[in-house]
C-alpha cells in the first residue's frame, strides 16, 4: 500500500512559506557517530524534542517510510498536490529538520525533487547534513555541511554562546522569516547557539 506525504508547514524557527520533510527520526539518525555536535559534547535539539514528545518521533518514522517506500516522482506529485492554492505559497523545501541521509542514493533522489519542484514551482530546496562522506557537488538544492565543507553551500557549527561565534561565520539571527542566508546560494558560514 503506498504511503501518505506527512510532513509539516513551518516552526518556531522557520516561515508557514516553508514545507519541512524528514528522511527519518533524530533518535535514529545516521549520522550520529560522524555528527560534531554530539563528538563536542553538545546537545541534538531535535533528538530531545523527540524523547520529550514521543509523538513527534513516530511521525517522523512514518516520514522515514514514506521517504524510502515513495519515488522522487511520487515525491513531487504529493507535494505539488500538497501545495496547491495554498497560503502563504510554498517558496522553500526544507529537509531534513531532523536525521540525515542513508545513502548517497538519498542525495540523488531529492536533487531529482529540488529540481522539478524548482522548475515547476519556484521551490528552494535546503538543510544541512553531518554527512562528509556522501557528494554534493551535483545536488541541486543547497546543503550546508554541519561542522565540515563537504556540502555545497558553505559551514554550519553549533557555538555555546554568541562570543564563541568564530570571526568568518554569521551567528543565526533564529528566525528564518527575516534571514534568507541558509535559502541562498551564498557560501556564508554560519553558527547556530546551542539550545
Known sequence: MPRKLLCKFGSDKTGDDTLLLNMGSAVRCPSRARCRVLLAGQKCYPDQVERLHPVVK????????????STAEQIVSDILEKIDG???????????????????????KLSQVAEALRVRAGIVTYGFTA???LDFSQARFLVKGSGHDCGNNGRSIVVGSAAEVPQAFVLCPEDCR???ICMSDTQVDIAFIER
Open 58 to 69: 513516530s511521525f517522523r518514522d512514518l516520514q522515514e517510510a514514506y521517504w524510502r517506500d
Open 131 to 133: 554527512r562528509d562522506d
Open 178 to 180: 527575516t534571514c534568507n
Open 86 to 108: 495554498r497560503e502563504p505559497p510554498t517558496r522553500y523545501l526544507r529537509f531534513n529538520e531532523s536525521g540525515d541521509f542513508w545513502s548517497q542514493a538519498c542525495v540523488d
